[in-house]
Structures are given as structure tokens and as C-alpha cells.
């Protein structure tokens, strides 16, 4: 595992496990050549990873820092880089990159804080990472509370893990939902943002909240949020989708004075009120 990492400089991956989550979902074990993890990351991280010959693309660390032998990512399939890495086996060959960005502050800000992480669809990559951290180390912690919604049931990333591990741990508690009702499903139907209004959660001073997910989501559930009396300055996010080049060269990630890249992509909201409504 490589502590110092220059992040220009791609290094050689290897696929060592493919884990299909969802039907268009699959998580990826990727180990360097010697059998190592790439490089030492936060929570919130990013990586670029490559297929040679076909193109680059910046994904969410899935995996969390503990985890010291291998990292993971979740990766949706929506476009060319990804189309590849799908059709990949166990045992191919990738480039790897990072880290890039700022993680979110799991070990100052977040530490004595009760927790609410907030996902929708693939939004649980990037808070997986967080979420088994603080599991890793719960004594630091108080309350950890997972809202997570999908379409549907086939949906939900990393569904084994959450009934088999996160439902059953002291101190957690865990909010399904889908869209739409399902005859194998006994759980809560209904949209993400309406579902946290729903439980009502209490913004005291000793809570934040962490959300990921589609950007109607996140604005609907801010709203919520609003409406519960929580405070800009208590929620989170991550803004890892606008970033490109990862390192506030290309600026396709420039956000008024903010480069995502450079000064994310975790934010809270309060700093992203200073910024012009673009984002």
C-alpha cells in the first residue's frame, strides 16, 4: 500500500473480485500487481481509473480506508468507460489513480456526533466508505441512522450487507424504502425526501447528516430537512459527478470561486450557499 501517492501517476491495477449489486451495478476488488491496496484514502475520496485504449473516468472509493487490503469501487454502468469495466473478469488488468478530493471530516467534525446518512440509487457508494468507517470505529460516534431508497427492491446497492451487517448492529438503525410497491416487498414504498420527513428526525446540535443521490433528491430532501429545522450547516454532501480531471486544471468542475475538484467535492451546505445557483 503506497501512503505518499503522486496522483498524476497511474498505477497498475488488477481486478481481483467483480460482485454484481444491482442489474446495472457491479463492485469491483482492485489490488495492485503485488497483491497490495493502491493507496491510503479518506472517506469521500475519489480515484481515476482507466482501461487502457478506451478512456478514463473518476469514481467514488466505495471501499472504506479500514479495509487495508484491497479497495473497492461500485460502479454503475451509464457510459463507455463503464460499458468496459462490466464486461471485465476477474483477473484483468487496469490503470488506477488518486486520491482526489477532500473525504468528508469523519475524524474531527463528525466525531461525537450522531449520524443520518441519506442515499439514493447509487448515492450509496460514496457513503458506503463513511458508514463502514464509523462502523469500524463506533465508539467515537453516537447514533447512526441510513435512510436508503432505489427504484426497486433488485435495486438497493449492497442490499446483503445491509440486512446481514448494518440492520443488525447495536447503536444502528436502517430506513428501506422504494418507489413503487412490490409483491416480494414488505418494506416502506415511498420517495427518499418524503420518507426523512416522515421520521422526523430532530436536528439537535449533536447531529449531521451525510446525503448522496440524485440531484431532485437532494434538493426535495434539503427542502425536508428545511422543514424538520435542521441547519445548513449540519448536512453534507458530496458533489463527485462534476468532477473530471480530479486535480482543477480542465475547470469543468468550477463553481464560482470553488473548483469541486480542488475544494471538494464534500461540502456542506452552508458553503455551497455562497456559490452561484449553477451547481
Not at 467515537?140 to 442490499?159: A, F, N, P, T
Not at 468542475?253 to 461540502?267: A, H, M, T
Request: hydrophobic share 35%.
Amino acid at each position: 500500500m503506497i501512503e505518499k501517492n503522486e496522483p498524476l501517476m497511474p498505477s497498475l491495477g488488477v481486478v481481483t473480485d467483480i460482485r454484481c449489486d444491482t442489474p446495472d451495478v457491479k463492485t469491483f476488488r482492485v489490488v495492485t500487481p503485488d497483491g497490495k491496496k493502491p493507496f491510503i484514502h479518506k472517506p469521500g475520496q475519489c480515484a481515476m481509473l482507466s482501461v487502457p485504449g478506451v478512456g478514463e473516468a473518476l469514481f467514488s472509493i466505495t471501499s472504506s480506508p479500514t479495509k487495508e487490503e484491497y479497495m473497492e469501487f461500485s460502479i454503475k454502468k451509464c457510459g463507455c468507460v463503464t460499458d468496459w469495466l462490466h464486461a471485465m473478469e476477474v483477473g484483468q488488468m487496469i490503470t488506477i489513480r488518486g486520491p482526489y478530493g477532500n473525504g468528508f471530516p469523519v475524524d474531527d467534525a463528525f466525531v461525537g456526533k450522531n449520524l443520518i446518512c441519506i442515499a439514493g440509487g447509487i448515492g450509496l457508494a460514496p457513503l458506503h466508505s463513511v458508514i463502514n468507517y464509523v462502523r469500524h470505529y463506533r465508539d467515537r460516534y453516537g447514533k447512526l441512522e441510513i435512510v436508503y431508497g432505489s427504484r426497486s427492491m433488485q435495486d438497493l446497492v449492497d442490499y446483503e450487507e445491509i440486512t446481514s451487517e448494518w440492520e443488525k448492529e447495536e447503536g444502528t438503525q436502517v430506513y428501506l424504502t422504494i418507489d413503487r410497491e412490490q409483491p416480494e416487498w414488505d418494506g416502506h414504498v415511498g420517495f427518499v425526501p418524503n420518507y426523512v420527513k416522515e421520521l422526523g428526525f430532530k436536528p439537535d446540535d449533536d447531529t449531521i447528516v451525510i446525503m448522496c443521490g440524485p440531484p431532485v433528491m437532494i434538493k426535495f430532501t434539503l427542502a425536508g430537512l428545511n422543514e424538520l429545522g435542521f441547519k445548513p450547516t449540519q448536512v453534507y454532501t458530496t458533489m463527485e459527478l462534476r468532477m473530471k480531471c480530479g486535480i482543477g486544471k480542465c475547470g469543468r468542475c468550477n463553481i464560482g470561486s470553488k473548483y469541486v475538484c480542488k475544494d471538494g467535492p464534500v461540502f456542506r451546505f452552508d458553503q455551497l450557499d455562497a456559490l452561484p445557483d449553477e451547481y
